[in-house]
């Protein structure tokens, strides 16, 4: 039987289990449940208890897959909100544009086994978590850039919620909707193009490319015409109002898809304000 082990430590809560394993031996593993999680899950029970509902389901997720406790020490959880759509789709790489710190990997990694992954990040401290989850597997490699048109440096506008950063500024639509993302400051990143990065692709020619970029969208796929070739799917959140400043909409970023011979196939994980749909992650198949 599984037993349950609570720990305090100064700063955070950190909860132990012990889990048999075959050899008879009793292997201690300790997840330490990042203080932002936790904060953020209580936010949430008053706010929307949709949202609880799915950061509960996430840690829980992590906690019955070994694979998920490095992650879930660091206060990651894998994007389980993906995966009945991961498990269905036949691809030999997998592109993830906006890595963040690695949820939207470790997913990949869950449906996927051992796909090779091309992971981008500009933000440092991001870039550190996801290096520290993933840094030592060889299917994964992560470039420490934003993506874009062309090459440059670009002013990257920090969310008090990091994963909300962009290379837009945060519109009045975005932080009312979500308080917790408000700019908190700015920093230069370097950008490329996604198709800078084709070496990196080698022998691919079916791959999944993910974009979570608040509101750049369209702005990468215009420097990955290329690489758009070697894709199968590309799947994009996409908001339908503007929550980011000069953003393109969903309609504009089909259009653009279309052109390449993608259409869209499927909408996920829809978020509405009252009656209204804001945004929601698409799905385009190239036909």
Not at 61 to 78: D, E, N
Not at 162 to 170: A, G, V
Not at 256 to 284: C, I, K
Request: net charge positive; proline share 5%; hydrophobic share 40%.
């Amino acid at each position: 039987m599984q037993k349950r082990i609570k720990l305090v430590s100064r700063d955070r809560q950190i909860a132990g289990f012990l889990w048999p394993v075959p050899s008879g031996k009793v292997l201690l593993s300790f997840f330490r449940i990042d203080s932002l999680l936790l904060s953020s899950a209580f936010q949430a029970i008053k706010m929307n208890t949709e949202v609880f509902r799915t950061r509960t389901a996430k840690v829980l997720a992590s906690l019955i897959r070994p694979k998920c406790w490095r992650a879930l020490s660091l206060g990651v959880a894998p994007s389980i909100e993906h995966l009945p759509l991961l498990r269905a789709l036949d691809v030999d790489g997998i592109i993830d544009v906006g890595a963040n710190r690695g949820q939207f990997t470790l997913a990949c990694q869950i449906a996927m086994r051992q796909l090779p992954i091309l992971a981008f990040e500009p933000i440092p401290k991001e870039a550190d978590t996801f290096d520290a989850i993933h840094g030592r597997k060889n299917n994964i490699l992560l470039v420490r850039c934003a993506l874009g048109e062309i090459q440059s440096e670009s002013i990257m506008h920090l969310s008090h919620s990091l994963d909300s950063s962009s290379l837009l500024p945060i519109g009045n639509r975005q932080t009312e909707l979500h308080p917790q993302t408000a700019e908190e400051g700015t920093m230069t990143v370097p950008v490329q193009t996604l198709d800078d990065s084709l070496p990196l692709m080698a022998d691919r020619r079916e791959q999944l490319l993910k974009l979570d970029v608040q509101g750049y969208e369209l702005n990468v796929l215009k420097g990955a015409s290329k690489t758009l070739t070697l894709c199968k799917y590309v799947y994009a959140e996409c908001s339908e109002v503007a929550l980011y400043e000069g953003q393109a909409l969903r309609p504009e970023v089909s259009g653009f898809l279309r052109t390449f011979g993608f259409l869209e196939s499927g909408s996920f994980n829809h978020q509405f304000q009252r009656s209204e749909l804001v945004q929601a992650d698409y799905l385009y198949s190239r036909k």
